[in-house]
């Protein structure tokens, strides 16, 4: 097997991402790990260089670009190098379990034209995108192997070089969330595939940011997304559930959702209005 480069993207949770790193190392396949810092404080950053093997390269960006843009500048290097045909990556607190990686390429590998391919994450959901709504999940049966999705899952996506040669990295305009499901619209349209890998599986025990900023990057990055691949018309609907959701939740507390926040749920409208994308305002990510 060629090598395979593994790209993390870390922000201020050097032990989690160290562990996240073993994970990795521990899967028995050959592997390049670059870390990428999105602008960790100095101690953090000790920490984590520390703590990760002598051949493993941390890349310190000096601010936080996001998850998308961070990844794009370890998936950049990869394309550069010229080695090998795969690449994964994932946040610094992904934990694929034994055997993930190998049965993702195997699967992948059979599939001349697999462009993009995601691990399984625990439940047996499969991702898929709604014209209106963006990325959502349905259920599936979980056979072990191939199943075709819409996009991959964040937690963990394989991607082949031909594949991104073809159709360019991340676009950074998401800053997080949203950004894969960009890319998987662009290879399928290029005409690559897209898809899970049942019994591949990965774990991801926490949440990073605040509940805020995650509502925010979703409300802003799915209207964009929507936009982008479907036109203005659905993404004005969109817009119009956001705001009657919105008031929704705001006069009936108990269908209010876990992360529901209307100030990030307003700001995000208002930016996408004035298409503001990338970094989102200070008091968000402060808050994350």
């Known amino acids: ?10 922000w201020n949770q050097p032990a989690r991402c160290v562990r996240t790193a073993q994970a ?28 990760l093997p002598p051949d493993a390269e941390v890349v310190r960006l000096g601010h936080n670009r996001g998850f998308g843009p ?15 045909d795969w690449a994964v990556v994932a946040p610094h607190d992904a934990l694929p379990e034994p055997g993930c990686l190998q049965r993702m390429i195997e699967a992948a590998g059979r599939r001349p034209r697999a462009g993009l391919a995601s691990a399984e994450f625990g439940e047996p959901l499969r991702p898929v995108i709604d014209p209106y709504f963006g990325g959502i999940q349905l259920r599936s049966e979980a056979r072990p192997g191939w199943e075709a999705a819409d ?11 031909a594949c991104l040669d073809q159709v360019g990295l991340f676009d950074e305009r998401y800053f997080a969330y949203c950004e894969e499901a960009d890319l998987a619209l662009r290879a399928r349209a290029a005409g690559w595939e897209v898809g899970i890998v049942w019994g591949a599986v990965v774990r991801n025990p926490s949440l990073s940011v605040s509940s805020q900023l995650t509502e925010y990057l979703q409300m802003r990055n799915t209207l964009l997304l929507v936009r982008e691949h479907f036109g203005r018309y659905r993404a004005t609907i969109r817009m119009l559930f956001a705001v009657a959701g919105t008031a929704i939740q705001l006069a009936r507390p108990a269908r209010r959702t876990p992360i529901f926040s209307a100030r990030a749920r307003w700001q995000a409208l208002a930016d996408f209005s004035r298409a503001r994308f990338g970094a989102p305002p200070e008091w968000l990510v402060a808050g994350g």
Do not use: K, Y
């Open 24 to 51: 990795f190392l521990d899967q028995g396949v050959p592997l390049r790990l670059t870390v990428v810092d999105n602008g960790s404080r100095a101690q953090a950053i000790e920490a984590l260089v520390s703590g």
């Open 70 to 84: 961070a990844a794009n500048v370890g998936l950049a290097d990869w394309l550069a190098s010229g080695r090998g």
């Open 151 to 161: 996009h991959p899952h964040g937690t963990l996506m394989l991607a082949r070089r």
């Open 1 to 10: 097997m060629h090598e395979l480069a593994v790209v993390l993207v870390h």
